[in-house]
């Protein structure tokens, strides 16, 4: 699976290298990189990594079928070591960690991510539009304010149980504002 | 379910039918708004496809006059297409009843195997009632997508039945504004604020 998706990685970076038409860097002046502040949602320690901001929108209604649930977060990595973040549990879903990859034309594609690398000193960002969590097949109803329970797996960490705070869209670009996002890991 | 390494393989092959490039919308920011604006401003252009009500849409005369916000997505993304709508409908809560009814929010499904007009108008009426939903067939919303400058969406089931797939589209929203142009490209990462700044001023092109 590792074998594939590294793959499905490089073939997608081939677009985006043949594609370039020099637009705006997808971190550089990017405006998710918002200027609101307010609380933290929630915070985890786990070792020398600090995980917050672990939300879930609400899945939007649908109908049959449903529509998959993203999961968003922020990893500060405070330890001397690097780490990987290689999977997210949840009960009931087939979760996987997927990238947003744009070709430079505004396309946009989902392609999965093998693991995130967490360097020493930096954040990793789990946000709309760039690496994020997808999670499929979840029968039981999730809605507002729900937390759900998620096991993150690193690496050099292990399994760590943290959980989602289930929020709207709506609310995604003020709680993704705070905290660590001040600092971006590219 | 999809397996992963077929959806990666999916979504890998289906970027690379997209290398020939379309035409790139205008990438250049700044200026009065917070997108990117299109100078010259466009001609609105038109299409026919047909709304959840099962009744032919036709995009000049259901936007005639009308600042108009035009996206290609689908419901079963997680991502992109929810923020973009979510971050339109907080925007229109804070315009004037007056200013709400001078804009029409267009989604064009990308997906029309999966958005049946049920599920595209559930999906719609969680962001705002009003949102207008029209499908058609992929081919079409591709010419579609490719009239105003954006790449074609990649859909490709890996087998029939699977249900599971990723489909890449165009992240823009397209603006038009009351006198029939395309004015401006707003990428995905358009904030809410921003929205709030820019609707009133697109309303009064050609009023001022």
Known sequence: MRASSSMALALASTVIIACSDGSTPRDGGDPRAATGRGAVVNTFRVGGLVVENVVAPAPIPAGEGGAPIAVYFFIRNEGPLADTLDTIEITGGMASLHQQAGTGTGMETMVPLAFAVLPPGETVRFVPGGRHVMVQGVAAPVTLGDTLPVTMVFRVAGPAPVSARVVSYGDLESILSTGAAAHVAH | ?208
């Open chain 2, 1 to 208: 379910m999809l397996p992963l390494h077929r959806l990666a393989a999916t979504i890998a092959l289906g970027a690379s039918a997209l290398v020939a490039c379309t035409p790139s919308p205008p990438t250049q920011r700044g200026g009065r708004y917070n997108g990117i604006e299109v100078k010259p401003a466009k001609a609105k252009g038109d299409f026919r496809l047909t709304d959840t009500d099962g009744k032919p849409f036709d995009f000049r005369a259901r936007t005639d006059g009308h600042v108009t916000l035009l996206f290609f997505g689908y419901t079963s993304c997680p991502d992109v297409c929810p923020v973009h709508m979510a971050n339109i409908a907080e925007a229109l809560d804070r315009l004037t009843a007056g200013e709400r009814e001078r804009i029409r929010v267009i989604f064009v499904s990308t997906d029309p195997d999966r958005d049946t007009p049920e599920r595209m108008r559930t999906w719609l009426a969680h962001f705002d009632p009003s949102f207008i939903g029209v499908r058609g067939p992929l081919a079409d919303v591709n010419r579609i997508e490719q009239q105003f400058g954006l790449a074609p969406s990649v859909t490709s089931p890996a087998a029939p039945g699977d249900t599971a797939y990723a489909v890449g589209h165009a992240a823009q929203i397209l603006a038009f504004t009351p006198d029939d142009s395309l004015r401006v490209y707003y990428p995905f990462g358009t904030r809410q604020q921003d929205w709030a700044k820019d609707l009133p001023r697109l309303i009064r092109v050609g009023s001022d």
